[in-house]
């Protein structure tokens, strides 16, 4: 018998813009109780619309990611599945790469994810599914738009992913990650402003993901579907890594 997903609770962070708001519009279509965190709650509430919520969020902050999560609790009474898609990129070349740049993409990227996932877990039964989003930078070591300290950042959401899987596996909570290649997104609209630079990647990379494709894969690793998928990353990257 196919399980549904209506009526269950899953928070993504990052639900503002980009692959984030597609996997939470998605969701929300599929029939799951959306909350929608991040810090442009504007743009969090663009995407709750009227079916979902929206929490404000800083993920790199401790406080403000325990408010956010106690907020989700109050309204859903906990949590089915989580999904972290808040983070950010970083363009600037290795030798020119600050302390500051680099702990910046630690901060958010890494902490915030351990933080989401620390916070969301507290609030999940057996069955519970969590997707961490990574990248393919985090198998290359950057490239195309990102950078180094990007793809280190990305790397070592990998394997907190793995950590994750065994310290909440028995729990009965299943942890994995996507690693998206190049998708479109807002997330690297300013590295790809100019044209010249975007048709060497587009060229490089063969074919530009969408959000919304990366968002079905998200969805599908919360669901019952991806049930014996335990500690595994599914990299949807249009083939870039064959190359």
Not at 1 to 30: C, E, F, N, P, Y
Not at 32 to 60: K, M
Not at 115 to 144: D, N, W
Not at 183 to 193: C, G, K, L, N
């Amino acid at each position: 018998m196919r399980q549904t997903v209506h009526g269950r609770r899953v928070a993504v962070t990052g639900a503002a813009s980009g692959i984030g708001a597609a996997t939470a519009r998605k969701l929300i279509a599929d029939g799951w109780r959306v909350a929608c965190l991040d810090r442009n709650i504007d743009g969090a509430r663009a995407t709750a619309g009227d079916r979902g919520i929206c929490v404000p969020i800083d993920v790199a902050d401790e406080p403000s990611t325990v408010a956010a999560f106690a907020q989700v609790r109050e309204a859903f009474g906990g949590l089915d599945a989580l999904v972290t898609a808040a983070g950010v990129i970083e363009t600037t070349p290795f030798l020119d790469t600050s302390v500051e740049q680099f702990r910046r993409l630690f901060d958010i990227n890494v902490i915030g994810s351990f933080l989401s996932v620390r916070e969301g877990a507290k609030q999940m039964q057996p069955g519970s599914r969590i997707c961490m989003v990574a990248s393919i930078s985090s198998y290359t070591g950057g490239g195309y738009v990102a950078t180094g300290s990007y793809a280190t950042s990305k790397g070592a959401v990998l394997t907190m992913m793995k950590s994750c899987a065994r310290a909440l596996g028995d729990k009965g909570i299943a942890v994995n990650a996507l690693a998206p290649g190049f998708i479109d997104t807002p997330f690297v609209a300013s590295a790809m402003s100019d044209p010249v630079r975007r048709a060497q990647v587009v060229a490089a990379v063969g074919k530009v993901g969408t959000a919304e494709q990366i968002a079905e894969c998200a969805a599908w690793l919360i669901s019952p579907g991806a049930d014996f998928v335990h500690g595994s990353t599914l990299i949807a990257d249009g083939g870039v890594l064959m190359h």
